[in-house]
């Protein structure tokens, strides 16, 4: 069954301070995986995309790790701030050209405090 | 808009009520998805449309859910005789072309809410 999990379910730190969220996956055949924050009462926003052969990617102070070969996928996000607080979602694509399956995680929820 | 709209934001239905809910993709975006979202969980796959061909509809909870986009660019989601675990965040999102990679536009989503 294709099913994507998180961890830690919710996590509390520090402005300022680094944190790595955590995504594991079983899902076949794979596409892609996603990374998303979602602000509460809107909808998630795509932060990076990765492909089979990409293993790391960044945009601004959020860098995504993948590694297809354990099936695990991280989030780090650098000096972060109070706008960092919302859930971030891992998304996994599986399907073949055409017909595609997006199966998400169920989050983790992220609070930053000053 | 430059953004996926949908509307209403908030609907509060007494239970048995029929709802219709609509989705405004970016202009020009092929696919369409429909997902369904409950309370501090993630979202749930419910159907997949692309341009006006309904091509997935197997996360459909059941025949009182029902989805359309007629002439490829808006869509509606209809739900009959509302039930009080049909009360979820029901999000729109839309992408440029059925290619794997394209990134998934997300509205911010109607809550819905069933008495």
């Known amino acids: 069954k294709n099913q994507v999990e998180q961890s830690p379910q919710s996590l509390i730190i520090l402005e300022g301070k680094n944190c790595t969220l955590q995504c594991n996956y079983t899902v076949s055949p794979f596409s892609n995986l996603r990374w998303y924050k979602q602000d509460t009462g809107r909808g998630p926003v795509s932060l990076t995309i990765m492909t089979f052969s990409e293993n790391t990617k960044s945009n601004g102070r959020y860098t995504a790790t993948l590694d297809a070969d354990t099936k695990q996928s991280s989030l780090h996000i650098t000096a972060s701030q109070l706008s960092d607080s919302a859930s971030y979602i891992c998304?996994?694509?599986?399907?073949?050209?055409?017909?595609?399956?997006?199966?998400f995680g169920t989050g983790t929820r992220l609070k930053v405090l000053a | 808009g430059a953004g996926v709209s949908q509307s209403p934001r908030y609907k509060v239905a007494k239970r048995g009520q029929d709802v219709a809910l609509r989705c405004d993709p970016i202009s020009g975006h092929v696919s369409l998805f429909w997902y369904q979202q409950a309370l501090g969980q993630g979202p749930e796959f419910l159907t997949y449309f692309q341009n006006e061909a309904q091509l997935d509809k197997s996360g459909l909870p059941s025949d009182r859910f029902f989805a359309e986009r007629p002439e490829g660019s808006v869509s509606t989601l209809k739900i009959q005789r509302t039930q009080q675990e049909d009360s979820a965040v029901y999000l729109c999102?839309?992408?440029?072309?059925?290619?794997?990679?394209?990134?998934?536009?997300f509205g911010d989503g109607t809550r819905l809410s069933i008495l």
């Open positions: 999102a839309s992408s440029l072309s059925p290619i794997s990679n394209q990134p998934q536009h």
């Open positions: 998304v996994v694509s599986a399907g073949t050209s055409g017909t595609y399956k997006y199966i």
